[in-house]
């Protein structure tokens, strides 16, 4: 059967593509961001995934205000790297598992939550950025992502979001989908967006250094205490844009500890950097 | 009964939630349409043309004209949508958003990497923290007091 053996959790800042993409990496501003990174890019390589679930939000990307789904999987067999106005990143297309993503959305709805399914959408840094942190420099024509991709796209723009206890009840619901699929598949889930930050008005720049961790040693050790968090707490303390947080509870919630108290989990990764150019860089590598 | 919105309070922060969104769905679908090369091309040729084929408000469209992104806000737009006007300026994010706070590029550059703007008195409209309306625009901008 499948199973999920580690949750991953990621800023997916656009300017951390930026520097990427315009060999900046070196440079000192993005130095400290890079180097937080380099023991995951090992990780990733001592421990392969077969299949990436990659929980992210769209910025008015693929969905404008014409369709704006709460939760979106993408069962398509391939996603362009999307032009978000600066032309698209140069990024290798991303590859769909359409077999493992439909028997997902089959099971998480009859689970009640009520997906949209995706077969056409390009995908924003929202998704890429997260893959570039964690996978390296890629060449978009001779290389290829390490595996396949199931992108799940939360609605974390337009106001009211899905309440974090949602997300992480969805979490559950994703980890039994895919303990339910017959193939013999290693899953990675991640999360991603976040941490404190945010992008508008007299109040853009604010970052929380404090709430931030504070919120992180919550999730790690109390996951369900973490759930709870409303709304107005993320807005009011980790600016209008932390709220992307909630999407780290997705990932969170399909952990093995939280279905089975008795089973051990371990932090194999945990980084913070301020800042990111408006935001405040968060990092988890979580295994079962 | 009105719905509950307890996110009025914060300073300087404007959420874009249903109503904003109703109100703002010409204006961000115009920004929308900036994705699309050609379509940057015709609007830097010509701006007040192109907005004219929308269905936005006339104060929208002044908005856009002035690149005043506060305002946009305020008339429903959305930060991801508006960021599509910067891109075709060629503008960064981290521009986008620091225009928003009065602060030279500079400014707003030097507060980022100090560690960002702190929360203490910007959680709630009254208090006293940079963010709040008595203290707009922040930086050297701001009009010295008395």
Request: charged share 20%.
């Amino acid at each position: 059967m499948a199973r999920i053996t580690a949750s991953v959790y990621t800023s997916h800042v656009p300017a951390i593509g930026a520097a990427i993409d315009l060999g900046k990496t070196h440079e000192p501003y993005w130095q400290p961001v890079f180097k937080g990174y380099e023991y995951s890019r090992q990780w990733m390589t001592d421990n392969p995934p077969d299949v990436i679930f990659l929980v992210y939000n769209d910025h008015a990307t693929a969905f404008s205000l014409d369709l704006i789904p709460t939760f979106a999987i993408g069962t398509a067999a391939e996603y362009q790297p999307a032009d978000e106005g600066w032309g698209p990143r140069p990024v290798p297309v991303v590859k769909g598992h359409p077999e493992l993503a439909s028997h997902i959305a089959q099971s998480v709805i009859q689970q009640d939550f009520d997906l949209t399914i995706v077969n056409k959408m390009a995908v924003d840094h929202g998704l890429t950025v997260p893959l570039s942190l964690m996978c390296g420099e890629l060449d978009p024509k001779k290389d290829a992502w390490p595996c396949p991709v199931i992108p799940f796209a939360v609605n974390v723009v337009q106001y009211p979001v899905p309440s974090g206890q949602r997300c992480f009840a969805l979490g559950q619901a994703i980890r039994k989908a895919v303990e339910s699929y017959d193939d013999d598949l290693n899953v990675h889930i991640w999360g991603t967006g976040g941490m404190s930050h945010q992008l508008q008005g007299a109040r853009a720049g604010l970052i929380n250094r404090e709430w931030d961790n504070a919120w992180l040693d919550q999730m790690i050790a109390d996951p369900a205490a973490c759930a709870a968090t409303p709304h107005i707490d993320y807005v009011r303390e980790a600016g209008s844009e932390g709220i992307e947080l909630v999407m780290w509870l997705i990932a969170r919630g399909a952990m093995a500890d939280v279905a089975d108290k008795n089973h051990p989990i371990s932090v194999r990764r945990r980084f913070y950097h301020v800042p990111a150019s408006n935001t405040a860089v968060g990092h988890l590598i979580l295994e079962n | 009964m009105a719905l509950e919105k307890p996110y009025l309070d914060v300073p300087g922060t404007i959420i874009f939630d249903a109503e904003q969104s109703r109100k703002g769905y010409w204006l961000n679908q115009f920004c929308m349409s900036l994705m699309k090369a050609a379509n940057r091309e015709r609007f830097k040729a010509n701006e007040r043309a192109y907005l004219d084929e929308w269905a936005m408000t006339e104060e929208q469209k002044q908005a856009v004209l002035a690149r005043d992104l506060n305002w946009c806000m305020r008339t429903g737009g959305n930060i991801y949508f508006l960021a599509k006007i910067g891109a075709t300026d060629g503008k960064s994010f981290q521009q986008m958003a620091g225009s928003m706070t009065g602060m030279t590029e500079d400014e707003y550059r030097a507060m980022m990497l100090a560690g960002g703007r702190q929360i203490d008195g910007n959680r709630y409209v009254g208090e006293d923290g940079d963010a709040q309306a008595h203290r707009q625009p922040q930086g050297a901008n701001h009009p010295k007091a008395d």
